[in-house]
Every structure is written in structure tokens, then in C-alpha cells.
């Protein structure tokens, strides 16, 4: 056997076990640095582009220096805007986000409960959310209260669907181990079904998050009153492309900052759960 | 070379270690440094109080994890595919796949068609016993014999290095025993592949193994390396026999004072390291 032409194979430590601290560090760094580079690259081809008359037009479109410079970002209106659009969708995504927790645990645990509501629900899912936007102006009057609840509704769907399904899927050995120490109902949820599917639970609450802020300023478009969306449309109607676009960036930024609020919460609150199991690349 | 045999080195492991963690204040020193010679065809069995390191020398001889410091050398032929593979104690094996996919799995991510992997695999399901469970899914089996899918699909990719990290932990004493005899048949009857096996079990570390390997409580280092008086091939009657308690106590004398060592920082930490495993 040992005439055979041998291979070595050699486990030996990389620089990232030599220096964890270090590379733990420089890991970090290129990360941050990516995302920060990610955007850059982006609003940069975008400034070329208008610059130059490629593919945008300059007269219609404004670049991303424009925006920043503009004397717009300096007046109280643009900051209003912005306010109001916040707390519009902060309202939408709390009762959204509650009313979804509420069900989706009813559902998860309650076999009755499921059965009672899955189709009525899933019916309900199907249908395009931007449709029952006349209903609400009816039933809810033509004020704040139906914006915030064409936002809380779609918050709804995801967050119910999100929180049923891990609460179901929680594996039964969980279960078991606390049911053979006679839990009760409430233990059980407390204890096993809530922490077990909480990780599961944040990926729909950051899913919502970004769909709360799609809808804030979808809602803001179609009934123009206030907030980034009617900035937005303005904007288009006066002529005034910087307003347009800065209300397009604005919009963005509140998207990644919520997210990253709600990601950080999640952390915070399965500090057990890892990440991610990937080691970088497959 | 390994002391009384002629067989050439297949494993060479020099001052491995393994530190867990890059916060100082957090930071583990999981093992080493560790060294251990294994000859082609051996079965050295490893034992050593929990979280000595056990695993971690095991992830790092399949390359799953790399030593923080030290090295590792297996020699393999230049033609073998999967010169190495590793059976877990939690076995691993996949639920949504079948058993023969389970067992064929190793092959077919080495490129051979389904059809000739499964045909291949189905040699050691029979072996196993599991020939009526082929198209079976795991979570219709009981634990022993998703065991045997697991070790089924270690064998079929015919790796010259097999490691098993407390394959039969799990099970039930009885069980625990027809595998080791059934793996003890194997190996003794097919074609001896160098195994590294951890157990916690002396007994199945001296039926299974030409050599004993003691470490040292965390940081695992090597206390001792024991060879296995009893001549091949072995019957599991060898149990039975005085000479085997004898050895048996040896060892346990050798092991006894990691173990306590182990206790004593168990209880002077307030049994935090438990997340051993
Ligand atoms: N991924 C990891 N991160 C941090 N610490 C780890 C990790 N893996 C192992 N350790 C630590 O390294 C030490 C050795 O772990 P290892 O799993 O190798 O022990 P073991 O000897 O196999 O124990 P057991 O016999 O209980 O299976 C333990 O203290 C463990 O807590
Ligand atoms: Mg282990």
C-alpha cells in the first residue's frame, strides 16, 4: 500500500487562528466597510451618470450631490415631512406587529384557533392591501386613522404568519422535556414555544419593518396630505426634481435605519441565537 | 512508526492546540498542546473527561476546524477520493433524504451518479442491517439504527481514515453493544482502516481498540498512550474474561485522576464549563 504515490494533507492553524483578536477586527472592519462601500458605489454611478447625460437625464433627474447640497435639506418642512412619516409608521407597525404576535401565537398553539381562522386569514392575505384602501377611507374616516391602519394591516400579515409558523415547528423534544415536568400551558409558551421561536419571529419583524416603510410611503403617495411621500409627489408636480429624489433618499434611509433598530432589538433579545452558522463563504 | 508495529504513520499530530474565542477575558484553552502518532490500520480508541478536547482534536484531524497552533499531518493515498470521513454523535444525518440517499450522499458530492452511489452504498446498508430500510426516511428509525445510517455513510465513500466522535453515546447500553460488535466484525473482517475513536466508555475503548489514549483534563493533553493486550481478531466473549476487567481498572486508575481533576475546577468554577460537549 505504501509503494502507492502518497498526498499530504496538513491542518495547521490560518492567520485567523493565530491572531483571532486581530482578525476578528479586520473581519469587522471589511464588513462595515463593504456596507458603507455598497451604497457609495451606487450614488456614485448614479452621479456620473447625470453628470454626463448617461442614461439619466440631468434636467429631469438630480444627482446625489445635488440633493445633499440643496438649501432643501435645511428647511423645517423637509424635517416635518420626515417626522411625520416616522410616527405614521411607528403607529402602523406597533398595532400590526401586536395584533400579528396576538394571533399567531393563538394560531400556533391552538389547533381550534388555526382552524377557526387559518382560511378566513389566508383568504384575507391574498388580497392586494392597496385595495382596501377605500374601504378604510369608509369605514375609518379620511384622517390619520386609516393610513395607519392600511400600514398595521400589512405589518399584520407578516408578523401572524411569522409567529404561527416557528411556534408550530418548535421540534418536540422541547416539548417533552418540559411537558415531563408537568409545565403548564403558560410555562410551556414562556418557557419553550416563545424563546424557541422567537429567533424566526425577528426575521418576520424585520421583514415588516421594511414593508412598513414601503407601505408608509405608498399610502403617502395615493392620499397626499403630508409626510415623505407627498414631498415625493410634489416634487414631481412642481417640477422640482431635487424635491423627488431627495424624498426617494430620505425614504431609503428611514428603510435602513428601522431595519437596523429592529435587527439590534433582536439581538438584544436572543442573545442565544447565533447569527448566522455560515463560516463567510460555502 | 508507531512502538511494536512496522505499519508506516498515517496520522501525525505535533503540539496541537486549540483556543477558543478572541476576547482574553472569555477566551478557552480547549486543548493541547496535544501529540499523537497513528499508524496505518490502527484503532487507537481516546478517552478524557468531558470538554478535554476530545472533539476539538477530532474536528481538527477532518478539517473541519483549524489548531490555533501546531500541526497536523495525515498521509493519504494520491488516488483515494474521501481519504477521510467522520461519524458523529448526533449522527447528522440528513431528514430529508432517504436512508440509501443518506448512505450514498458521500459519493455522489464526489461526482458519481446517483445510480452507482446508491448500488454502492447498498453493500454496507446489508451490512448494517438497514437493507429493508433503504427507502425509509431517518425520522421513521430508531436512534440505533440512525446510527448505523451514519456509519453506513461514513464507510461507503471507503475513506482510508475513518474518526468516530462517541458514535454510540446515545444509546442504550444493550444497543450500545451490538454496535460495538457489529463494528468490531466490520473492521476485523474488511479491509483495517486506520480509525480514531472517542468514547467515554473503557470498555468499549478496549474491546474496539488497539491503543488507549488518555488526556488530561481541559486543556486535554496526552496523559498516556495504553496498547490493548488482547490478540486480534477479537470476539466480544472477550468482555467476559478477568484479564479484560484487570485492564479495564488499570486504565480507569490512569483516567481516575483527570476525572477528579475535572471535578475539583468544575466545582471551583460553579460548574460553568458544563456547556462541554
Ligand atoms: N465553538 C466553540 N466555541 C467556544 N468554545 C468551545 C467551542 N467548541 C468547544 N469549546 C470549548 O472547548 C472545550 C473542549 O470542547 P470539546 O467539545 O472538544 O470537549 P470534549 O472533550 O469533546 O468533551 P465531551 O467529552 O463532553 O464531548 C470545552 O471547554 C468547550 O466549552
Ligand atoms: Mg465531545
Same mark, same amino acid.
Given at each position: 500500500m505504501s509503494d502507492s504515490p502518497q498526498v499530504v494533507l496538513r491542518r495547521t492553524a490560518s492567520d485567523a487562528e493565530k491572531n483571532p483578536g486581530a482578525t476578528a477586527r479586520?473581519?469587522?472592519?471589511?464588513?462595515v466597510g463593504l456596507a458603507i462601500l455598497g451604497p457609495l458605489v451606487f450614488l456614485g454611478l448614479w452621479e456620473v451618470c447625470v453628470r454626463n447625460d448617461w442614461w439619466l437625464d440631468g434636467r429631469l433627474i438630480s444627482s446625489p450631490w445635488e440633493i445633499i447640497t440643496s438649501e432643501r435639506l435645511r428647511e423645517a418642512e423637509v424635517w416635518e415631512a420626515v417626522w411625520v412619516t416616522t410616527v405614521r409608521m411607528l403607529k402602523g407597525f406597533v398595532i400590526g406587529t401586536v395584533l400579528g404576535l396576538i394571533l399567531g401565537v393563538a394560531m400556533g398553539i391552538n389547533r381550534y384557533a388555526r382552524a377557526a381562522l387559518n382560511s378566513t386569514l389566508t383568504a384575507l392575505y391574498t388580497v392586494p392591501k392597496i385595495a382596501l384602501l377605500p374601504v378604510y377611507l369608509l369605514l375609518f374616516g379620511f384622517d390619520e386613522a386609516?393610513?395607519?391602519?392600511?400600514i398595521a394591516t400589512v405589518v399584520f400579515f407578516f408578523v401572524w404568519i411569522y409567529t404561527m409558523a416557528p411556534i408550530m415547528a418548535v421540534p418536540m423534544g422541547y416539548r417533552e422535556a418540559a411537558a415531563s415536568f408537568?409545565?403548564?400551558?403558560?410555562?410551556?409558551?414562556?418557557?419553550?414555544?416563545?424563546?424557541?421561536?422567537?429567533?424566526?419571529?425577528?426575521?418576520?419583524?424585520?421583514?415588516?419593518?421594511g414593508v412598513a416603510v414601503l407601505m408608509v410611503i405608498a399610502v403617502e403617495l395615493i392620499l397626499p396630505r403630508d409626510?415623505?411621500?407627498?414631498?415625493?409627489?410634489?416634487?414631481?408636480?412642481?417640477?422640482?426634481p431635487d424635491n423627488t429624489f431627495l424624498g426617494v433618499l430620505l425614504a431609503a434611509l428611514l428603510g435602513i435605519v428601522f431595519v437596523g433598530v429592529v435587527r439590534q432589538i433582536g439581538r438584544w433579545m436572543t442573545p442565544w441565537a447565533p447569527e448566522d452558522n455560515s463560516p463567510g463563504q460555502i | 512508526m508507531v512502538e511494536g508495529t512496522s505499519a508506516p504513520i498515517k496520522i501525525a499530530a505535533r503540539g496541537v492546540e486549540r483556543h477558543f474565542g478572541a476576547d482574553p477575558g472569555t477566551a478557552v484553552h480547549a486543548l493541547g498542546p496535544f501529540d499523537l502518532d497513528v499508524a496505518e490500520g490502527e484503532f487507537v480508541?481516546?478517552?478524557?473527561?468531558?470538554?478535554?478536547?476530545?472533539?476539538?482534536?477530532?474536528r481538527i484531524?477532518?478539517?473541519?476546524?483549524?489548531?490555533?497552533?501546531? =500541526?497536523?499531518?495525515?498521509?493519504?493515498?494520491?488516488?483515494?477520493?474521501?481519504?477521510?470521513?467522520?461519524?458523529?454523535? =448526533?449522527?447528522?444525518?440528513?431528514?430529508?433524504?432517504?436512508?440509501?440517499?443518506?448512505?450514498?450522499?458521500?459519493?455522489?458530492?464526489r461526482g458519481v451518479s446517483k445510480k452507482e452511489a446508491v448500488e454502492r452504498g447498498r453493500h454496507w446498508l446489508e451490512r448494517l442491517g438497514l437493507a429493508d430500510f433503504a427507502k425509509a426516511y431517518p425520522d421513521t428509525l430508531s436512534g440505533g439504527m440512525r446510527q448505523r445510517v451514519s456509519i453506513a455513510r461514513a464507510l461507503t465513500v471507503e475513506p482510508e481514515i475513518l474518526l468516530m466522535d462517541e458514535p454510540f453515546a446515545a444509546l442504550d447500553a444493550q444497543l450500545r453493544q451490538v454496535l460495538q460488535d457489529e463494528l468490531l466484525d466490520i473492521w476485523q473482517s474488511e479491509a483495517?482502516?486506520?480509525v480514531v475513536f472517542i468514547t467515554h466508555s473503557l470498555e468499549e475503548a478496549i474491546v474496539l481498540g488497539d491503543r488507549v489514549v488518555v488526556m488530561s483534563a481541559r486543556p486535554g493533553t496526552l496523559v498516556q498512550s495504553v496498547d490493548v493486550p488482547f490478540a486480534r481478531p477479537r470476539t466480544p466473549e472477550?468482555?467476559?474474561?478477568?484479564?479484560?476487567?484487570?485492564?479495564?481498572?488499570?486504565?480507569?486508575?490512569?483516567?481516575?485522576?483527570?476525572?477528579?481533576?475535572?471535578?475539583?475546577?468544575?466545582?471551583?468554577?460553579?460548574?460553568? =464549563?458544563?456547556?462541554?460537549?
Open positions: 479586520r473581519r469587522r472592519m471589511i464588513e386609516p393610513r395607519v391602519y392600511m408537568n409545565a403548564t400551558g403558560w410555562q410551556m409558551f414562556r418557557h419553550v414555544l416563545w424563546p424557541a421561536a422567537l429567533p424566526q419571529i425577528f426575521v418576520g419583524l424585520r421583514v415588516s419593518a409626510g415623505i411621500g407627498y414631498f415625493v409627489n410634489r416634487g414631481r408636480e412642481l417640477g422640482l | 480508541c481516546v478517552v478524557g473527561p468531558s470538554g478535554c478536547g476530545k472533539s476539538t482534536f477530532l484531524v477532518a478539517g473541519l476546524l483549524r489548531p490555533s497552533k501546531g =500541526d497536523i499531518e495525515l498521509y493519504a493515498e494520491a488516488s483515494s477520493e474521501t481519504p477521510v470521513a467522520m461519524v458523529f454523535q =448526533d449522527y447528522s444525518i440528513y431528514p430529508w433524504k432517504t436512508v440509501e440517499r443518506n448512505v450514498s450522499f458521500g459519493l455522489e458530492l483495517r482502516r486506520t472477550l468482555r467476559a474474561r478477568a484479564e479484560f476487567n484487570d485492564f479495564k481498572n488499570e486504565l480507569w486508575q490512569l483516567l481516575k485522576g483527570e476525572v477528579e481533576h475535572y471535578m475539583e475546577a468544575v466545582r471551583a468554577t460553579g460548574a460553568t =464549563d458544563g456547556g462541554a460537549r
